[in-house]
């Protein structure tokens, strides 16, 4: 299994960017796929799931800003960031294979078995 993520970069407060998560080697159509952060010196924290049913679930500090979706061949992941803010910078990574042991709540990271590399998201004022 192999996730490789791409569209992090610099951008200013208020800014946008979109990015993906490149999924290979990977069959199952039942299991969670997520996507998590880190900041500098902080925790790994989940940012929003989506299910086979494209049921999405967001951290409350994304919410409204951030929006997660995938191809209908689960290949590609996608995340689009709007408004975003200095606090949401950090490395940010995707992940497969989720069974989430909570409802409507974020990730977990215990709860997925496969992580990319990440790609780094850098917010400025």
């Known amino acids: 299994v192999r996730l490789v993520e791409s569209g992090g970069g610099s951008v200013q407060s208020g800014g946008s960017l979109r990015l993906s998560c490149a999924v290979s080697?990977?069959?199952?159509?039942?299991?969670?796929l997520a996507w998590f952060r880190q900041a500098p010196g902080k925790e790994l924290e989940g940012v929003a799931s989506i299910d086979s049913n494209e049921t999405k679930t967001n951290a409350d500090s994304v919410k409204g800003r951030f929006t997660t979706s995938k191809d209908s061949a689960r290949t590609t992941l996608y995340m689009q960031m709007n408004s975003l803010e200095i606090d949401d910078t950090g490395m940010y990574y995707c992940?497969?294979?989720?069974?989430?042991?909570?409802?409507?709540?974020?990730?977990?990271?215990?709860?997925?078995?496969?992580y990319g590399q990440g790609t780094q998201v850098t917010v400025s004022s």
């Open positions: 080697g990977y069959t199952s159509t039942s299991r969670f």
């Open positions: 992940a497969a294979d989720g069974i989430p042991r909570g409802w409507g709540v974020p990730p977990i990271e215990y709860e997925y078995n496969y």
